[in-house]
């Protein structure tokens, strides 16, 4: 026996520690508390049972807030010094400085020519000084290598600061999830009480996975299990981007080529095939994986011999899918491999798109290998295809033996599973987005 204080050994007889003088009780009951505690109140498969219910998926409850990603890019907005109100949309990647060649050009004369450069890495957002005359600062810090941002940090670069928002600062603050509650063990249960559980637990997981079974199925069909269209399945999805082209620095960008133009214009999305046998592109710059992605296509102007729609999973300029329609009426579904057309579902006429200048809503659902198509809520096909499996989305024209298709996009919206992110991806070496249908 052992004095609690100090740790010297006691003699059985022992109601004061000779050592330090702290009063011992003479009650065995204290000497084997914490013996008796882990021999006999706490039996052997609870620590097993403790691992069970630690390893348990916490209930949607538990969640707290949903995180839905805001449509919007990250911006940096002058909170002081010249230009003080100015806003900066972030792309994967921006140089800060004075020189005109920077994304974000600061008038001020203690800002190196090229000071600073914010890019997205590692699933946020970093700044890195450019070896500049004056330093870079964050919170007041001066940073010596890659310094990560967080939500409304300020950069001071000069005379100027800049304040950093992940979200655009008008929307509301997402809320941090709630705590998760701690395990309460129980007593011991007896054998019969589990094995019943266990049986009824197995029917139940049967069951669930019965109906999982025949609910994808019914969502890739374009119909629930209770025999809604789409539109209601996506209740249970989580909108993770949406764009109505009122912003032009959403991310599409703007050319202006011999033979095409993309751009913005009256909150809408245009892209133009001046000449014969043109494909032409934009792209968002966002990975995705599994989604249901839909947009509204106009075709303004120009002859109905055409192509347009979505383009997706675009692992490059060179590895894709589309899915488009055409001003009279068929749909198709193809790829690009290493810049050659592979058909996955050749040119099918249908009743359901509307044909010449018209408008048509254009979907396509993207689960694991399977690809849905749908125009104007209606059901086309379904292809199995495992070729790509997740890259960015983009959207598409394509002149055949006339020139001068335009088609202007509106409401675009992707759906995905809670807690997915529309990343932004790396830019790649620009290219000459246009090229033969």
Aim: aromatic share 8%; glycine share 8%.
């Amino acid at each position: 026996m052992k004095c609690p204080h100090c740790g010297a050994e006691l003699m059985p007889d022992d109601d004061r520690c000779a050592q330090c003088g702290t009063e011992v009780s003479s009650s065995p009951s204290t000497g084997l508390a914490e013996e008796s505690t882990s021999s006999k109140e706490m039996p052997e498969q609870d620590s097993t049972l403790s691992e069970t219910i630690q390893g348990l998926p916490l209930p949607d409850d538990f969640l707290g807030s949903t995180l839905i990603q805001i449509p919007r890019l990250p911006r940096l907005v002058i909170t002081a010094g010249v230009g003080e109100g100015r806003e900066f949309k972030l792309r994967a990647k921006a140089t800060v400085g004075r020189a005109p060649d920077n994304d974000i050009i600061l008038e001020d004369p203690k800002v190196s020519r090229h000071h600073a450069v914010i890019a997205f890495t590692e699933e946020r957002y970093s700044i890195t000084d450019l070896e500049s005359a004056n330093g870079t600062f964050v919170n007041g810090i001066r940073i010596r290598e890659s310094h990560p941002l967080r939500a409304e940090d300020v950069i001071s670069l000069g005379d100027t600061e800049l304040t950093f928002y992940e979200v655009p600062p008008s929307k509301t603050a997402l809320t941090k999830p709630f705590a998760q509650p701690v395990p309460r063990f129980m007593g011991k249960v007896p054998t019969w009480a589990w094995m019943a559980g266990t049986a009824v637990l197995i029917l139940c997981l049967v069951a669930v996975g019965v109906m999982a079974l025949l609910r994808g199925s019914a969502l890739l069909e374009g119909k629930t299990a209770t025999g809604q269209d789409t539109p209601a399945a996506l209740a249970r999805l989580t909108l993770i981007y949406s764009d109505d082209f009122n912003d032009s620095e959403t991310g599409w960008g703007e050319f202006f080529e011999p033979d095409t133009v993309r751009q913005y214009g009256g909150s809408r999305y245009h892209i133009i095939a001046k000449e014969n046998d043109v494909f032409t592109w934009s792209k968002l710059g966002r990975d995705f994986t599994d989604f249901v992605l839909e947009v509204d296509a106009t075709q303004d102007q120009g002859p109905s011999n055409n192509g347009y729609g979505l383009l997706f999973r675009s692992e490059d300029d060179e590895h894709f899918y589309r899915f488009g329609i055409s001003g009279d009426g068929f749909y198709f579904l193809d790829k690009s491999v290493g810049g050659e057309w592979v058909p996955v579902i050749d040119w099918t006429e249908s009743p359901y798109i509307n044909r010449g200048q018209a408008s048509n809503r254009l979907k396509v659902t993207c689960a694991g290998p399977q690809i849905t198509l749908h125009v104007n809520d209606q059901y086309l096909a379904t292809a199995t295809d495992d070729s790509y499996d997740h890259g960015d989305i983009g959207l598409f024209a394509i002149s055949f033996a006339e020139p001068n298709v335009h088609i202007t996009f509106d409401n675009l919206k992707v759906w995905a599973a809670k807690g997915t992110l529309a990343v932004p991806l790396t830019p790649a070496k620009p290219t000459d987005e246009s090229s033969g249908p």
